[in-house]
C-alpha cells in the first residue's frame, strides 16, 4: 500500500486526528521500526527466524546456557550484526518530534538496538523491555561492561569469552526467551499503558508476552489505539485505527 491509497489516507487522516486530540501518548515499539536503518527483524517477511528457523535458538536462554555452541553461534552473530553500527531512521526521529511536542509519556520498546536514545528520546522516557545489546553481563555475578570490551576479546581470537571476574557464562544484557522480564521495568510499563489516552503501536506483530498485553491493558483503561506496521498484528482488532505500509514513510506523516 502507498499514501496515495485512498483507504490508506483515511486512515491516516483518522490516526492523526486521535493523535492530535491525545495529550498522554505511550508508543510501544518492535523490530520494524528498525528494518530501516539495516536491522533485520525476526518474524517479518525477510525476518531472521522467517529464513532461517533454527536462529531462534540463539535467543533461547535454555540452548545458550547449555550450548557452548549455540553460544559461539551467539558472538559470531554479534560480531556480524549490522547493529552496532546503524543509525537511526526517519521513523525513530518522528518518535523524538513527539516527545518535542510535549505528548509523550512513555516509549516502550521490544528493540535492543539502542536507537530511540540515539535518535534524541530521552533515556528516562524510554524502557528497553527487552534490554539492551549495547551491554553484556555475567550470569553468575555483577560483571556488566559496555558490548565494546567483548568484542574485542573476540576479534582477538575468542570463541565464547568467560567473565574475567568470575569464569561465569557471559551474554549480552537483553532479556532472551525463557527469561523473566525486569519487574520494575514491565511494572513501570503497565502503570504507562493504564494512565495514556492514546497507545501507538509500531512495527511490532504483537504476539511477544507479557508486552503484548501493554495494548489491551490500555484500551481497557479507556485509551484510543492506533497500530502502524507493514502486516496484519495480533492485536489489530482492538484498534482504533491502524495503518499497513512502510514505518519510515507513514510514521513522520502521522506525527509532523
Ligand atoms: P517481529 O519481528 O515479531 O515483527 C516485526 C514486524 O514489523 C513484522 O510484522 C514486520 O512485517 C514489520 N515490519 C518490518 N519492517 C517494517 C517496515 N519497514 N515497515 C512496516 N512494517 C515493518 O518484531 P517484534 O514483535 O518486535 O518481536 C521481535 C523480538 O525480537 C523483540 O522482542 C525484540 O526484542 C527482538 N528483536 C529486536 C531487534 C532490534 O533491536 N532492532 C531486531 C530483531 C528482533
Not at 92 to 108: F, N, S
Not at 228 to 255: C, F, H, Q, R
Request: with cysteine; net charge negative.
Amino acid at each position: 500500500m502507498t499514501k496515495s491509497d485512498p483507504s490508506l489516507a483515511n486512515s491516516l487522516a483518522w490516526a492523526k486526528s486521535l493523535l492530535n486530540h491525545a495529550n498522554r501518548v505511550v508508543v510501544l515499539t518492535g523490530a520494524g521500526i528498525s528494518t530501516d536503518s539495516g536491522i533485520p527483524d525476526f518474524r517479518g517477511p525477510q525476518g531472521l527466524w522467517t529464513r532461517d528457523p533454527e536462529a531462534e535458538k540463539l535467543s533461547d536462554i535454555r540452548y545458550y546456557l547449555s550450548d557452548p555452541e549455540i553460544r559461539k553461534k551467539a558472538w559470531r552473530s554479534r560480531v556480524e550484526s549490522p547493529a552496532m553500527g546503524s543509525r537511526p531512521n526517519s521513523g525513530h526521529c518522528a518518535l523524538v518530534v513527539l516527545e518535542q511536542r510535549g505528548v509523550l509519556d512513555t516509549l516502550v520498546t521490544q528493540n535492543i538496538d539502542g536507537l530511540h536514545q540515539l535518535a534524541g528520546n530521552t533515556a528516562e522516557r524510554v524502557i528497553e523491555i527487552h534490554g539492551t545489546m549495547r551491554f553484556v553481563r555475567c550470569m553468575s555475578c555483577s560483571y556488566r561492561v559496555p558490548m565494546g570490551v567483548v568484542l574485542e576479546r573476540l576479534n582477538a581470537g575468542e570463541a565464547d569469552p568467560a567473565c574475567p571476574e568470575c569464569g561465569g557464562i557471559l551474554k549480552s544484557a537483553t532479556i532472551s526467551f525463557g527469561q523473566n522480564l525486569v519487574p520494575e521495568d514491565l511494572a513501570q510499563a503497565e502503570e504507562a499503558a493504564q494512565r495514556c489516552d492514546l497507545l501507538l503501536a509500531v512495527g511490532s506483530t504483537l504476539s511477544v508476552y507479557p508486552v503484548a498485553g501493554l495494548v489491551p491493558l490500555a484500551k481497557q483503561s479507556g485509551a484510543k489505539i492506533v497500530i502502524v506496521n507493514g502486516e496484519p498484528t495480533a492485536m489489530d482488532s482492538l484498534a482504533d485505527a491502524v495503518l499497513y505500509g512502510g514505518i519510515g514513510e507513514l510514521l513522520p506523516s502521522l506525527i509532523d
